[in-house]
């Protein structure tokens, strides 16, 4: 993971890139967070029913109050965005809530209401199979989503075999309306070439898949090409890795213990 962020463009450098179990603060924060957060407003988060599903009886406690733990990932380091796709929007709503509900509880100014920040294009990216589902790694199906990993022939192949259907592209979004799987590909081609989905059907209107989806690999490829190639870099040397990552979480720790000494503080526990 911690390549595959470098490879995309993080660079430690300007970035605090670590290991969340190396910094303790967080499940510290976390704890005296479950004091603030309510019951009410776990039970109403999306994913916890997504996961749970008809055994929420049957679910662990760490399952039910990991948004608290989320919630401290982001109050800890005074966050003002966190950047997201639509479905985490709820989770960024909740921290708020915890954030407000502690400062007022406690009359402190401790912790920072941060925003939601999600993209103004390809904010929410669907499986290659199936235009109403997400693009996720744990879907049981590999051609259901395009690997960091995948060399470029396989990159190819799973947007040639990604499910569409019989019909041209349209000339303009409104009749993408009703045809999930063309809007996928519509939005992922708009988000690589930096350009509005509109623009893309302008150029591509009355073309069927077959001359799109080419067009689509091909982009797709080079795009990724040179973030394969930083990616198989930084695997063949993980002793790089992990310097890096020692060295984020001692900074990690160093900018998040005001915050947490300041909680301690409102609780009266220091």
């Given at each position: 993971?911690?390549a ?27 704890w ?22 008809k ?8 399952l ?18 966190v ?24 009359n ?17 990216i ?8 997400k693009?996720?790694?744990?879907d049981?199906?590999?051609m ?7 060399d470029?022939d ?19 979004m ?13 939005t992922?081609?708009?988000?690589l ?43 063949a040397?993980?002793?790089?890795l992990d ?17 947490l ?10």
């Amino acid at each position: 993971m911690a390549a595959a962020l470098i490879a995309c463009g993080v660079d430690p450098e300007r970035s605090v890139l670590f290991n969340q179990a190396q910094v303790p603060a967080h499940p510290e924060l976390a704890w005296l967070l479950n004091g603030t957060a309510r019951i009410g407003w776990l039970n109403r988060m999306t994913q916890f029913k997504e996961k749970s599903g008809k055994n929420r009886e049957g679910s662990s406690v760490g399952l039910f109050t990991y948004p608290v733990l989320q919630a401290a990932d982001v109050l800890l380091y005074q966050a003002t965005h966190v950047p997201v796709g639509e479905d985490q929007k709820q989770h960024v709503e909740l921290i708020r809530d915890i954030a407000a509900k502690f400062n007022t509880d406690y009359n402190v100014e401790l912790f920072t209401l941060p925003e939601a920040h999600i993209g103004a294009t390809a904010a929410r990216i669907m499986s290659l199979r199936d235009g109403s589902a997400k693009m996720s790694k744990s879907d049981p199906s590999d051609m259901s989503r395009v690997n960091l990993t995948d060399d470029s022939d396989m990159v190819a192949q799973k947007i040639r075999k990604a499910k569409t259907d019989p019909e041209p592209l349209p000339a303009s979004m409104e009749e993408l309306g009703g045809r999930p799987e063309a809007l996928n590909l519509v939005t992922i081609y708009a988000a690589l070439s930096d350009s509005a989905p509109q623009s893309v059907l302008d150029r591509f209107a009355g073309q069927g898949f077959g001359a799109f989806k080419p067009a689509l690999a091909e982009l797709l490829v080079e795009t990724l090409r040179p973030v394969k190639a930083r990616l198989d870099e930084l695997g063949a040397h993980p002793d790089e890795l992990d310097r890096i990552l020692q060295r984020g979480s001692e900074r990690a720790a160093q900018m998040g213990r005001p915050t947490l000494d300041g909680a301690y503080r409102a609780l009266g526990l220091r």
